[in-house]
């Protein structure tokens, strides 16, 4: 079954600097990848999504994620976090071969101080 | 464009007592999803329709939780009787159903229920 690990429940930055957040997915075959943004008391809004045209994708808000294969990792990044960047940040995957459906991680809590 | 729309955004019952939210997807999204959002987690699939009919409930407890989507629009999500470990905020989400693992959904506010 497909399953993904957040490392890092909580991230903590400083305004300015590079934000990283883990994501790794366990699968035989490489399912889509997506990164999602949940502000308090929002839904989610999808900040970006791999679909295999390209290993580094560029999303929203300047974010940017990389597929690799090899380390079965999908790593969110950005280059200066901003405060409004604060909120919390969900992996996620869709199986190819079952469906729709996603399949989240537990989040991860991103903090941006002055 | 509008966008997923959910009510009620917040509800508080006692244990064993029933509650129905109410979800309007995007206009012209042919799949509908509810999922389970419990503190700390993420988001768990309870019920996938395609149109009016269901794709996958393989995760939604029977004995308590039911779901319709009349008509292929809007969807009706109800716990009946509600227990403690219900408690957790309940999100709708659509897309447009074309059948492709990479397609976007687009989740509405959620509604948040408290059990006592």
């Known amino acids: 079954a497909q399953s993904v690990t957040q490392l890092g429940s909580h991230v903590s930055v400083s305004e300015g600097a590079l934000v990283l957040l883990r994501c790794n997915y366990s699968s035989s075959v490489p399912p889509y990848l997506f990164w999602y943004v949940q502000y308090p008391n929002q839904g989610l809004q999808l900040l970006l999504k791999y679909t295999s045209a390209a290993t580094l994708v560029k999303g929203i808000n300047g974010f940017e994620a990389e597929f690799k294969k090899s380390e079965t990792s999908f790593h969110l990044t950005k280059p200066s976090a901003h405060m409004s960047d604060a909120a919390e940040y969900f992996c996620?995957?869709?199986?190819?071969?079952?469906?729709?459906?996603?399949?989240f991680g537990k989040g991860t809590t991103l903090s941006v101080s002055s | 464009e509008a966008g997923v729309a959910q009510s009620p955004r917040y509800k508080i019952i006692e244990k064993r007592q029933s509650v129905a939210f109410w979800c309007n997807p995007i206009?012209?999204?042919?799949?509908l999803y509810w999922y389970q959002q419990i503190l700390g987690q993420g988001p768990k699939l309870l019920i996938q329709f395609q149109n009016n009919g269901v794709v996958d409930d393989s995760q939604l407890p029977k004995d308590r939780f039911s779901a319709e989507r009349l008509k292929g629009v809007d969807s009706t999500l109800k716990i009946q009787p509600a227990k403690l470990e219900d408690s957790a905020v309940y999100l709708c989400a659509s897309s447009l159903g074309t059948g492709r693992s990479w397609e976007t959904q687009y989740f509405g506010p959620g509604t948040r229920l408290l059990v006592l």
């Open positions: 996620a995957v869709s199986d190819r071969q079952a469906g729709t459906a996603l399949i």
């Open positions: 206009s012209g999204h042919a799949t």
